[in-house]
T-cell receptor, first 112, second 114 residues
Framework: QKEVEQDPGPLSVPEGAIVSLNCTYS??????FMWYRQYSRKGPELLMY????GNKEDGRFTAQVDKSSKYISLFIRDSQPSDSATYLC????????????FGTGTRLLVSP | DSGVTQTPKHLITATGQRVTLRCSPR?????VYWYQQSLDQGLQFLIQ???????AKGNILERFSAQQFPDLHSELNLSSLELGDSALYFC?????????????FGNGTRLTVT
């Protein structure tokens, strides 16, 4: 079993929809949680990161961490065709951005 | 553009061969990380260097080695290549050692082993 599980999708939504992307994990030592966006033929780009449990909002993006359930989510409001990409969750124990453990990514398609 | 430069973009080689992937970090970044991305495994951390010294190691095979040079660029050497080594190899850089320094990824080198 992988340490981080993520549904590969694709997830297809119409423009303007609210998107929910999720990851589950098994290692209770994880403290840092990140979301990366990866466009085709490009490297991952950091969207948001949070420490421990709770919510964090940045524009149309909200990240949620529920450590009791070992479950993290990324919500995208008013989704746009430019949001079409693969979204990767990543996490680490007490090492911050070192030795990140990534999910395999969820492919999101937002149609106009 | 993240500012991290990886060369070459594509590499096709045969089993048993050796290749070198190169990475130039963002200006001012002292840490360089190497990750391997395959379809079934996702992004896997290989190794990290900070200012020329190895700082952290992941699931890097013994056939693979890396170094960071005084000018801070890094090279990842892959030898005795196998079909299963075909993947995207990403380099990332950060300002600090990684604790509170977000990673910035390059666009990767696509390695195909035939």
């Amino acid at each position: 079993q992988k340490e981080v599980e993520q549904d590969p999708g694709p997830l297809s939504v119409p423009e303007g929809a609210i998107v929910s992307l999720n990851c589950t994990y098994s290692n209770s030592a994880f403290q840092y949680f990140m979301w990366y966006r990866q466009y085709s033929r490009k490297g991952p780009e950091l969207l948001m990161y949070t420490y421990s449990s709770g919510n964090k909002e940045d524009g149309r993006f909200t990240a949620q961490v529920d450590k009791s359930s070992k479950y993290i989510s990324l919500f995208i409001r008013d989704s746009q065709p430019s949001d079409s990409a693969t979204y990767l969750c990543a996490m680490s124990p007490n090492t911050g951005f070192q030795k990140l453990v990534f999910g395999t990514g969820t492919r999101l398609l937002v149609s106009p | 553009d993240s500012g991290v430069t990886q060369t070459p973009k594509h590499l096709i080689t045969a089993t048993g061969q050796r290749v070198t992937l190169r990475c130039s970090p963002r200006s001012g970044d002292l840490s360089v990380y190497w990750y391997q991305q395959s379809l079934d495994q996702g992004l896997q951390f290989l190794i990290q260097y900070y200012n020329g010294e190895e700082r952290a190691k992941g699931n890097i095979l013994e056939r693979f080695s890396a170094q960071q040079f005084p000018d801070l660029h890094s090279e990842l050497n892959l030898s005795s290549l196998e079909l299963g080594d075909s993947a995207l190899y990403f380099c990332a850089s950060s300002v600090g050692e990684g604790f509170n320094s977000p990673l910035h990824f390059g666009n990767g080198t696509r390695l195909t082993v035939t």
